[in-house]
């Protein structure tokens, strides 16, 4: 009998189904195709789709024979692109649109080279994983993540030039955002469309509420994805934000990639486009991932201690913030991975722009969230730098092994800083100890370079550098093109 559970995280629960147990399963209800979900370097979810016969005990152990490495970003070159995927039998679920073929199955795979049954040291869930062995092998058996997923649902998006024109060979550049809720749309009334008051607000305002909640009911019913609650978020044009249960650091990771996934599937199927670009509207607040953490060692929140005054925080949770602001910039170049992220970290829309702690204070990129006293299982700190565009496999990993360092040298953060930090003066900042986030994606990268020891217990050198490497050549796309602001600011100079 092959058992699932050699290979998988020694965190699992002993009660792992077998691989035998798992097929007849599928047999019995009837699945036809099972699809294998896997992560790519920046962030994206590809699969491919085989007939169950495709699927037998081994797959579990050895891997599906299914992956061209050299077709990847930032994977395999094409002289050693054969690679192997290894379904994840804790992350079945049915997918809801293909039943016209016969039920599908789904399954998140890790990644193996090929000829082996080693992990490939360029998969985001696989660097994942490491960390959280890294996180039990110093003590904490148990971590636990809540991410806070926003994004926009746009009626169209119009981009100029078409995506059919000739690469490069551009005349000009342009988009148009459409939306029913947003202020400069034909029509539209003011009093239920303006700029940043869409927080909680309720319909007719929030034309998406039933569209959320069938996302909703797809992750819980179909993909097991315990959820907390869903809203619209304080942009308009349909900004939304979805909340899920707290879980362990691999499978809220994997709940994430499902979110992502079901939203843009349900948008698309309503004529909607799903967008997790962090500043699409210039002017309203953009779409963050405030991811909240905590560790856990022998059954105890290793964050609480009743007898701090100040937020019931310990010194390990402190030593841990210590970890987070001391590498926060380069943090970003993982957290925040686009050019267009830095449209969002800037003051005035909520986003952090400065590397501080404090509780409940949301002009700080760290926060402890205050709503409840002598309640140990709710102590946490939220991480508010990252937005909807990261690899959650990555950013977590990044995130746990920051404050773990944090822990092992004992990094005490700056004193909390409890006002609004947009409104001191440069020179306050400089006496409370608070520095800045990077302005840009290259200046993140170059943090990064010079700032990534700390990753080095679940991050190759040759990962890091690949990452780099994709994200330098983004950045420098960019600069290359005029942008639509520049002739309205130069073309008569």
Known sequence: MTDVRRWADPLAEASAPTAEAILERLREEKVRWVE????????????????LGTIDTDSFVSGVPKLDGSSV?????????????RPDPSTLAYIPWDEGQGRTARFICDILYGGTTDPYPHDPRGIARRASRVLADSGFDRSYWGPEIEFFLFDAVHL?????????????????IESSEAPWTEGASPSLARFKEGYYRTPPYDSMSALRTE?????AERFNVTLDAHHHEVATAGQAEINIHFDELLPTADHVQDIRY????????????ASFMPKPIFGDNGSGMHTNQSLWSGGRNAFFDAADPYAEVSQTCRYYIG?????A??????????????????????????IAWSKANRSANVRVPFYHRGRPAAKRLEYRTPDSAANIYLTEA??????????????????PVDQDIYKLTPARRKELGVRELPGSLGEALECLASDHDFLAPAFSDSVLETYREIKREEQLQLNLRPHPYEFYRYLDV
């Open 36 to 51: 294998l979900f896997f992560t790519d370097l920046l962030g994206g979810f590809n699969r491919v789709q085989v007939p």
């Open 73 to 85: 970003r930032g994977f395999r070159e094409i002289y050693e692109s054969d690679m192997l995927l």
């Open 160 to 176: 100029l030039p078409s995506p059919g024109a000739v690469r490069d060979a551009w005349g000009g550049s342009g988009y148009r």
């Open 215 to 219: 996302m909703m009911n797809l992750l």
């Open 262 to 273: 079901v939203v843009k599937n349900v948008a698309h199927r309503h004529g909607k486009i």
């Open 323 to 327: 970890g987070l602001l001391a590498h």
């Open 329 to 354: 910039r380069a943090l970003c170049a993982i957290t925040n991975p686009t050019t267009n992220s830095y449209r969002r970290l800037v003051p005035g829309y909520e986003a952090p722009v400065f």
């Open 398 to 415: 990044a995130l746990a092994l920051a404050g773990l360092d944090g822990i092992r040298k004992k990094i005490e953060p700056p004193p």
